[in-house]
């Protein structure tokens, strides 16, 4: 094993990804001592967070061996637990009931990252089976923020999103239904893009996942990271039935572009719900003035389309899918799942599912369709659009506890996130910044939404607000330096 010097922990916990790589691919550093700096992290730090919960170092070691030329040659990262497959790794989702499953191959997005030359060193804590914006799972326990481990570090993509922003890896797998990849980008003061529909593809395990609303990239510490992931990962399948248009250039190489003259809109109204906190509405109100200095317009706009009921429909659509998940996973666990297995609000959404007739379901897919439209409508007349990412500063550990069976309730405290499954459900590429600090230690995340496919505008609207007011030298309570 190779050995770790605080220099080399300084030195990889300064740079981002792509410097990492880069320092592997000249040969300043070997891959194996990036792994084994990582997994000394993971000891250092990670009793502190709970943001690893299945370590894969000898899959990182083994990778680190030949890590190839690829952008991400040798830099360790972290899966997912759910979602993303790597052959020969386990994959739980945050369940007991699923705590045997193995990958049994490579999902496209794990090829194409193992291509890359990212090395897991583990998989990421996750809310149980995905559907909460904290991290608090009943076999793994919470994961707390690296800012302040009295609140949420968020979710579902917590794990992940802590472990970056404490710099035990710089860049991290992360996937969002409704915020996964943004809000925990928020809470832990971190870079989260949710790209546009048909940006990744699902196969070849799945061919849609929610009827479009799912999809996949990364946590990351800097903008450029964010870029050159997507470049590494978006692509399709033959048969896929979403696709998105795929600028001629690489989003890498297209941030050397800063844009100008923008028309950009933005919102000071909550869609439903509480009003903005007032740290909230302070870094909305700072982050467009910054707009504003580097040269675009901002218009304020509010949202006419009724969000709170495609709020409900949509969750009509996710307790139905769930449902037909669990049937499958039925077939690899040998039973059906118990009451005793899933946290209460998971079973709920299964006992919700089952009163809901055909008719009523393709009535919410119809609703939750023609709001996407509306809102894609709405927006079409500015080139990126301004919103927080969450409503209010993060919540303390606890306030979206799956322990809740009660459905209603508890669905309803996700009115913070309301501008997140907006992005989801009408398809949009939609980006959280951390341009914002409520207390000095509560992040607060801006969110850049862009045109269908025109990921691209957001990127390099977000490196002009990075260079502007640079974020990647802020350090949480628990940092490797």
Known sequence: MAAVTEDLVKLYAQSDALALGELVRTRQ?????????????????????NSVVIPTFDVARQVAEAPGTGPFAGVPFLLKNLGTQWKGTPLTSGLAYLQNYVCPADSEIGRRMRASGLAPIGRSNTPEYGWCISTEPRLYGPTVNPWNPAVTAGGSSGGSAAAVAARIVPIADASDGGGSIRVPASCCGVVGLKPSRGRVSYGPFDADLWFGCIYFLCNSRSVRDTAAFLDVVAGNLPGDPYTAPRPEESWLSLLARRPKGLKIGYTLTAPFGDPYAPEVKAAVEDAVRLLESLGHTAEEYRFEVDLEEAWWRYNDIIAVETSTEFTQHAKFA???????????????????????????????????????QRIAMELAPFDAFVTPTLTQPPRPVGYWSMEDGNRERYLARWSDAAFMFAFNISGLPAMSVPLGMADGNKPVGIQFIGRHGDEATILQLAAQAEEAAPWIGRKPQVCAI
């Open 29 to 49: 550093v070997k891959a194996s001592e990036l792994v084994e700096t990582a997994i000394e992290l993971v000891a250092r730090l990670d009793p502190k967070l």
């Open 334 to 372: 040998g039973r059906p799942p118990e009451e005793a297995d899933l946290q209460p609000f998971n079973w709920s959404m299964l006992e919700y599912a089952r009163t809901l007739s055909a008719t009523q379901y393709s009535a919410s897919i119809g609703a939750v369709r023609k709001a996407a």
